[in-house]
């Protein structure tokens, strides 16, 4: 039978990189996306997919999505609870076995703000979500993507002989995307836009906080192999609890992001010094005065985490170059998208 899959965030750097690599691989699936906003040559595009027009908060289209699809792909806002319990609601009403995966981040594992002890300062602890899977499923209320988490890891446990869901959980991001939408991830594009602010590239404290990294080429293969594992009869990997797909395929503090971004800007004549500075945690704070936990968990905390099981389950192995090999182009696409 041909595998129905229900995708949002599909005009996301995420959602839309997973969706664009999945009609391509498997142009043998019957897509359904959502879009609030399709872009104009959606259809053109991708004349296959099926499109859905709504927001996350159209609980009846969302649900009733959910109810016609074997495999759910939740991409998009990490934290939009109505969203995902209309997604598992329309899952709960099918007859047969359904997957949903989710889309976390590695914000959950920031110490910040339940600890000011490893801002800009190195942290020893490094998740792996086979040894540690314990400490993960159980994060705190307050962390980052906890309550989204939480509500798939609840329906799991009370549904997961007709429900199986994964969580896949990435670092930052780096590389293109190749979406129908946004193409560009976070970090950089904020660590340039805050640059700007202060002339310099910049880290807390030492700048030994240290945190993973990932190319959005490498990440979305664990996208792909989990849908292929879960079209395959979902058996070769673990679901439910279990189900926590770590993304990590390398690490850098803060200050060698800081320090190679300044050498790069200064040769490209975008600052005028090579150096990058040590800042203070009100600077920090000033330089997103809308949201300012923003730089502290983009630039003061550590998240570092270790792809144990996709590589053991999904025999995942990272093959993207690296974010050094990178950085520059990233840096330069985020300097053009601001000019
Ligand atoms: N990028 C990273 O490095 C990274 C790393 C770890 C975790 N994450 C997490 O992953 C999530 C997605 O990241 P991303 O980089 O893919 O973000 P993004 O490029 O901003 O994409 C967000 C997507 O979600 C859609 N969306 C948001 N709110 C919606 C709503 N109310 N109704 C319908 N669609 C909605 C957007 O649609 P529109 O086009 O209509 O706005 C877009 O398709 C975020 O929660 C982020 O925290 C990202």
């Not at 691989?25 to 959606?42: G, S, W």
């Not at 983009?298 to 974010?323: M, T």
Request: glycine content about 8%; overall charge negative; aromatic content about 10%.
């Amino acid at each position: 039978m041909t595998p129905r899959l229900f995708l949002t965030g599909v005009t996301g750097y995420i959602g839309g990189s997973v969706f664009s690599a999945l009609a391509r691989k498997h142009p043998e699936y019957d897509l359904t996306v959502l879009l609030r906003k399709p872009p104009t040559n959606f259809t053109s595009q991708f004349p296959g997919v099926n499109l859905i027009q709504g927001s996350f908060d159209d609980s009846g289209t969302i649900a009733e999505a959910a109810a016609s699809a074997d495999i759910v792909i939740y991409s998009g806002d990490g934290d939009h609870e109505n969203a995902l319990n209309s997604i598992i609601s329309g899952l709960l009403r099918r007859d047969s076995i359904s997957y949903l995966i989710k889309l976390s981040g590695t914000g959950t594992l920031y110490e910040y703000p339940d600890t000011m002890e490893y801002l800009g300062r190195f942290n020893p602890k490094i998740y792996s979500d086979i040894d540690d899977i314990k400490e993960l499923v159980s994060r705190p209320d307050n962390a980052l993507h906890r309550r989204t988490d939480a509500i798939v890891l609840k329906a799991a446990a009370e549904h997961g002989h007709s429900l199986k869901t994964a969580i896949v959980c990435p670092p930052d991001i780096y590389g293109r995307g190749h979406g129908p939408g946004r193409r560009a991830s976070y970090y950089i594009p904020w660590f340039v836009e805050a640059t700007r602010k202060l002339g310099k590239p910049f880290y807390l404290q030492d700048g030994s906080n240290m945190r993973g990294w990932v190319h959005i080429d490498d990440f979305v293969q664990i996208y792909i192999s989990l849908v292929e594992a879960a079209v395959a009869g979902g058996e070769s990997v673990s679901w439910g609890r279990e189900g926590y797909f770590l993304a990590a395929s390398q690490e850098a503090s803060q200050r060698d992001v800081a320090e190679a971004t300044a050498k790069i800007l200064f040769a490209r004549g975008e600052i005028s010094s090579a150096d990058a500075q040590s800042i203070s945690n009100e600077e920090m704070a000033s330089l997103f005065p809308d949201a300012p936990d923003t730089g502290f968990f983009s630039f003061g905390c550590n998240s570092r985490s270790k792809a144990d099981r996709a590589i053991k389950e999904l025999g995942h192995v990272p093959k993207a170059p690296s974010l050094w090999d990178v950085l520059e182009s990233d840096l330069m696409d985020a300097i053009a998208a601001t000019k």
